[in-house]
Every structure is written in structure tokens, then in C-alpha cells.
């Protein structure tokens, strides 16, 4: 039996005003237009995210995970089934040989930095083809005594993008003959170009194979995983990395890495991580492995739930007069998104009103800092369950120019929808922006 009830449920017509936040009702109603603009774009996302729901699934099913894959070892680590089977998870689900997924990666840097050092030997060339490597890449490839890729004889040159962002395929193709690897940065860094979809990436792909098909081709793949249908493996990539606190931990793992690609490559890779000889073979996973299994399963929402955020942000921006880069109707392949602000002033007033907006440390007031790594100070916003972890709702911009805030995360998209409204309530309270009327 149907039972109809036509009177009205008290503050459920409140829902939609954000009842619990004091926003002015001009934001309020800024919001609505900006949901309004995101229809769209939000349809695909849910569409992207029951795909790749699917694909782990499958990857889940294929390789007969069980509970005992979820307990973990101590000591040496050697026969830790359920660490061998992760490996397996990941690689069905990335589209490689095998992968090599570790708690004990430190973050992102140290993966790809593990990646670099376990397959380049002294006199080799490493080519970035998209220009200079974000900040703390830097340090890694060409650091004075300090252990770097320089300090061990490796060579370094780079192709710089073109003035749109775009690859420059033909300067690829020239300068890639005698490099040993090729390196591609997916994500912007702290710059305004384009991020690179997979498409894309496989025309570069094909660009170096066509002068040097020896040559390795790798992929930092931080912030890009699941975003597509297909990850860089699928078009020609040779090695892909990434961090567990972005994407695929599904802001559940705690901390770690992966590498995945080609079974020879991931194997010199877990050389570097452990042991010449050992390799995977060892490492204990300790109590980790169980928020490994969790994160990978709800990363594609927690994924979805990012873009969403993203989205919603780039359509608020750009209705508060701001440039947003991308814009909220234009594909995504990663979920960064990058707004430019216009100054010192709006950037540490958008960053402490995200701060304010988290469920975590939102007492906390978030200052400018020199933050090791980085040539200029750097403020950033995440009062995140895992420290650092950039699929949690968080901002942060170096203080130069084009003085932009790069944003990414959100765990889920109501409580990160709020973290945008408080950032620009913060920034209009302080006077620095406007609402047309």
C-alpha cells in the first residue's frame, strides 16, 4: 500500500538554503545559479563514477579478495598474500603488467622519485616533455649534494609546452631520440595550463615512439587516476605513480603510493624501493592493508565527489568575476582546479575561508609559510583526517604571481559544497570581491 502525505515536513523547505551556515542570501542564491550551471557536467560525472565503481568491482571479483587478504605481516613480510593480491588489484584496475602499491611510500614525491632512481642509471637522459616538473620534482632531478638524479651522473633536459599549454610534438620528437625516459607531468603543478587527458598523452606517446621506441615512457599520474575512462597504460605509457592520499586511497588509506606498468620496470622499481634481489618479495604491510582495499574501493566516488567540487567551484568563481581554469563546462582529467584570485589578499582570505569550512582544524587560521620544497612562501588550507591528503577538501597557492589558488578534494560534495560557499563568505566579508546585482 502507497501512503500519501501532503502536509509539510518542518525545515525540510530549508534544505537547500544551508540552514546550519549563516551565508548571506545573495550568495545563497549565487549558489543555486552555479548548481544550476553544474547540472550537466554533474550528470557525466555520476556516469564516470558508475564506470569506474564497475571496473574496481570487477577487479575486486577477478582476483577472489577475501578477508584474509585484509590482516596483514609483521617482520620480514615474506608470503603476505594479501599484499601480493592488492598489487593484482590495482594493476586490473590501472591496466598494467603488475604494480607495485606500498604503505611505506612516503607520498607522491617519493614514489615517482623511487620510480626515477629504480629504472635511470648514471650517463642516461631524462626528458621532461611538459616543461619544468612541479616544485619538489625539482630538488629530486637536479638538487646540488643532496642525492639527486644529478648528483649520480643522470642527465636532464626538458621540451617546454607550447604558449597554450598544449605539448610541442614536434620539439618532442626532436629532442627524444637518445633520452632513456621520457617524463610527463598529467597535472598542471602551480601553473594555469591545461592538465593533460589521456588522449592527449597518448599523442606524445606516440610522438617519442616514433624517434625512440626504446625509450621508457612514464607518467606522474598524481590527481588523474579514475577521472577517465582510461588511465595513461591504456596509450602507450610504460610506468605510471601516484599517491594514496590523492585519488585512489578514496580518502581512506592513510598514507602510501603505487607504480604500475610494465612487470620488468615495476620489478627494477621494487629494487629501488627495497632490495636488489628482494623486491616485492619483502616488506611487511603491517595494519595497513585493510584502509589499502577500502580506499582503492570507494575511490571512484570519492573521485566523482572531487570533480563535483571542482566544478561547483570553477561556476562560483566565474560568477563572482573571477577566471577559473578549467571552466565548469570543460572536460576534466584530473581534480585540481586553479582560480585566479588577483592577489595576496584574496589568496589567503580564500585559503583560511576553506580552512574554516572543514571538519577538521577549522579553528585553525592558515598563514603564508616557507614550505621546504617550494622557492616562494606557500599558504595552504586542509583540515583534512590525513594530513596532506589532496582528495580531502584543500587550497593552497604560493604567494606570486598570477596569484592563483590551486583547489582540490572533497570527500563528499555537500560538506565541500559548504567549504566553497565559507571560502567566498570570508572573501566577501572581507571586501574582496562582489556580488553583481
Known amino acids: 500500500m502507497c501512503i500519501q502525505y501532503s502536509g509539510s515536513i518542518p525545515g525540510l523547505e530549508r534544505i537547500d538554503k544551508m540552514a546550519f551556515f549563516n551565508f548571506s542570501p545573495e550568495l545563497v542564491e549565487l549558489s543555486e ?129 607550447l604558449p597554450d599549454g598544449t605539448p610541442d610534438l614536434e620539439g618532442i620528437r626532436k629532442a627524444a631520440g637518445d633520452c632513456r625516459m621520457a617524463y610527463i607531468q598529467r597535472s598542471r603543478g602551480y601553473s594555469l595550463r591545461p592538465s593533460l587527458t589521456v588522449d592527449v598523452i597518448g599523442e606524445i606517446c606516440a610522438a617519442v615512439r616514433s624517434v625512440n621506441p626504446d625509450c621508457v615512457i612514464f607518467v606522474d599520474n598524481c590527481y588523474g587516476e579514475l577521472v577517465e575512462e582510461r588511465e595513461p597504460l591504456a596509450v602507450g605509457a610504460d610506468l605510471i605513480a601516484g599517491s594514496l592520499i590523492k585519488n585512489l586511497g578514496g580518502g581512506i588509506a592513510e598514507t602510501g603510493g603505487y607504480i604500475a606498468g610494465k612487470a620488468d620496470l615495476v620489478e627494477q622499481c621494487a629494487f629501488r624501493l627495497t632490495t636488489p634481489g628482494t623486491g616485492k618479495e619483502v616488506g611487511a604491510s603491517l595494519n595497513q592493508l585493510r584502509g589499502l582495499y577500502l580506499g582503492i574501493f570507494h575511490a571512484p566516488e570519492a573521485v566523482c565527489a572531487a570533480l563535483k567540487t571542482a566544478t561547483f567551484a570553477a561556476a562560483l568563481a566565474e560568477l563572482l568575476g573571477f577566471e577559473a581554469f578549467p571552466k565548469y563546462n570543460e572536460k576534466r582529467t584530473d581534480i585540481i582546479e586553479a582560480l585566479k584570485l588577483g592577489g595576496e589578499k584574496q589568496l589567503i582570505a580564500f585559503c583560511q575561508g576553506i580552512q574554516a569550512g572543514s571538519p577538521v582544524d577549522s579553528f585553525a587560521s592558515p598563514e603564508p609559510w616557507d614550505m621546504p620544497g617550494y622557492d616562494s612562501q606557500v599558504i595552504m588550507a586542509a583540515g583534512a583526517f590525513t594530513m596532506g591528503a589532496s582528495i580531502e577538501l ?20 555537500p560538506t565541500a559544497k559548504v567549504g566553497i560557499l565559507t571560502a567566498a563568505q570570508h572573501m566577501l566579508d572581507k571586501g574582496l570581491c562582489t556580488i553583481s546585482k
Open 33 to 161: 545559479k552555479a548548481m544550476q550551471l553544474c547540472a550537466p557536467q554533474f550528470a557525466e560525472l555520476d556516469r564516470m563514477a558508475e564506470y569506474n565503481g564497475q571496473r574496481v568491482l570487477k577487479a575486486f571479483i577477478d582476483n577472489k579478495i577475501s578477508d584474509i587478504h585484509m590482516k596483514g605481516t609483521n617482520g620480514y613480510g615474506y608470503g603476505d598474500d594479501g599484499r601480493d593480491k592488492l598489487d593484482a588489484v590495482f594493476a586490473q584496475i590501472l591496466g598494467a603488467e603488475d604494480a607495485l602499491v606500498r604503505h611505506n611510500f612516503v607520498n607522491g614525491t617519493h614514489t615517482l622519485t623511487t620510480a626515477l632512481f629504480g629504472i635511470l642509471r648514471p650517463g642516461d637522459l631524462l626528458l621532461s616533455v611538459t616543461g619544468e616538473p612541479y616544485d619538489t620534482m625539482q630538488g629530486v632531478i637536479s638538487g646540488e649534494g643532496t642525492g639527486s638524479l644529478k648528483d649520480f651522473g643522470v642527465k636532464f633536459a626538458k621540451v617546454d609546452l
Open 394 to 413: 584543500s587550497a593552497d597557492a604560493p604567494l606570486r604571481e598570477p596569484f592563483a589558488v590551486w583547489l582540490q578534494g572533497g570527500l563528499t560534495f
